[in-house]
């Protein structure tokens, strides 16, 4: 019989929202006619934008047309939209970049779950805690972890707790690692970084030559103009990081798929004999050897959010968003629950009333009140007692959504 990869056994039950999709079809198929309010998955609810929508059509028609027909295009990106990127982006916050640093993909779950590929099994991980699950469960995939304890906690795996006792800023790891994994702003716990606190992560970088995997796929909800919205408006952080980017969020791409990875080439890693290699040209192998690019239409669709009106329309919808994430806050907030982010992120991160624990707060309130949120200990062991809202629901469902947790008796 075939042998199957054992790291596989190691994963501790479901995906987080496969899980809750479960839990949630159940009660639903007891409870006939409920109407349940979803705020778990930071899904978008707001269609794509008339700029967007034009420009997928206008290529779908052309892709229709023996002269504008086209087969297998770069599987790094098609150069009229890695400009658009580079140009917006980064050049607009004086970041330069050329355009084969930049690859294009079909989200930042597959990038940030695939780019451990390329770094040996024996890589040190270290993870804020809690965190985005795919950080660790494809390390764990690939075997780079241990079994996964009763603390919740995989061995081999560095932890590094972000909690209100420390403003979720996590300290730097006590033992040196390869591969950090960042996300800013934060999900799930919606929190930011500086520009001060990300140079001494950069700095930190550089010192142990470690390299950082900075997922970035929610910069278009920042506020904040002090906040950076790329590592690379850090000073030689080209040298010691990967960014993720996504137009997943920003701009309602959940199911249109198009997401990109800036992999700078002063970046280098080194082989088992001690050579210099550099992670662009690795990157850029594995990119072309397991993916032939995402459709030209979708490419389309992606560059015209860069555009005047796309850009409007796009911010109107982040706009919309944020306003969703104001009313969660505040309306949490005023029934003197401790609640965290929700200002330069679309998540909102609150501590579970009376001490409970995430899942039993997740169940009380699908069981009670019909509202559905995401456990804050399915993102690892300090997300316990802690619970996500997210903010890319419809308002009416927002709205009620606050008027029934104000309903609960707390
Ligand atoms: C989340 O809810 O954390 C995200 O939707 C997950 C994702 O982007 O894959």
Known sequence: MAKINDNFLKLKAGYLFPEI???????????PGKRIIRLGIGDVTLP???TVVKALKDASDEMGTSAGFKGYGPEQGYGFLIDEIIKHDFQSRGVQLSSDEVFVSDGSKCDTGNIQEIFSLSSKIAVTDPVYPVYVDTNVMAGRTGNSGSDGKYEKLIYLPCTSENNFQP??????????YLCYPNNPTGTTVTKERLKEWVDYARKNNSIILYDAAYE?????????HSIFEIEGAKEVAIEFRSFSKTAGFTGTRCAYIVVPKELKGESESGEKVSINSLWNRRHTTKFNGVSYPIQKAAAACYSDSGKKEISANINYYMENARIIREGISALGIQVYGGVNAPYIW??????????DFFDRLLNEVQVVGTPGSGFGPSGEGYFRLSAFG???????????????KL
Request: positive net charge; glycine residues 4%.
């Open 48 to 50: 794509l934008v008339p």
């Open 171 to 180: 300290d730097f790891p006590k033992e040196r690692a390869d591969l950090i």
């Open 350 to 359: 609150l501590k579970t009333p009376g001490n409970a624990t995430s899942w």
């Open 21 to 31: 999709s479960k839990r949630v079809r159940n009660f639903s198929d007891s409870n």
């Open 220 to 228: 278009g909800f920042i506020t904040d103009s002090s906040l950076p």
């Open 394 to 408: 419809k308002r009416e469902d927002v709205e009620e959504a606050v008027q029934k947790i104000k309903s609960l």
